[in-house]
Nanobody, 121 residues
Framework: QVQLVESGGGLVQAGGSLRLSCAASGSIFSINDMGWYRQAPGKQRELVATITTTGTTSYADSVKGRFTISRDNAKNTVNLQMNSLKPEDTAVYYC???????????????WGQGTQVTVSS
């Protein structure tokens, strides 16, 4: 089984910054894409940013230019640097990893427990 542990959420004023981190551990043969999603109260979970094994990134339009995703393949970690935060960024942020536990197993999605980010106006 693959475990994901997130850290770095919290309360920040509008215009401030936070950095989220996610570490994958456990039975891991390989990791493909890594990413961050978020879910605000009363809304569906939405994609924030993804990064491939070679470092190609993709962002939601709402965070482009403000958020930066990065990964360390040697440490199986993915980070999300969030700058110029806005109240509408308030949500629970979830780490997502697409990984294979063994060579013979298919690639599956794994999720972190979520970390709360609250941006006050």
């Amino acid at each position: 089984q693959v475990q994901l542990v997130e850290s770095g959420g919290g309360l920040v004023q509008a215009g401030g910054s936070l950095r989220l981190s996610c570490a994958a551990s456990g039975s891991i043969f390989s990791i493909n894409d890594m990413g961050w999603y978020r879910q605000a109260p009363g809304k569906q979970r939405e994609l924030v940013a993804t990064i491939t094994t070679t470092g190609t990134t993709s962002y939601a339009d709402s965070v482009k230019g403000r958020f930066t995703i990065s990964r360390d393949n040697a440490k199986n970690t993915v980070n999300l640097q969030m700058n110029s935060l806005k109240p509408e960024d308030t949500a629970v942020y979830y780490c997502n990893v697409r990984a294979r536990e063994q060579f013979t197993m298919p690639v599956s999605d794994y999720w972190g427990q979520g970390t709360q980010v609250t941006v006050s106006s």
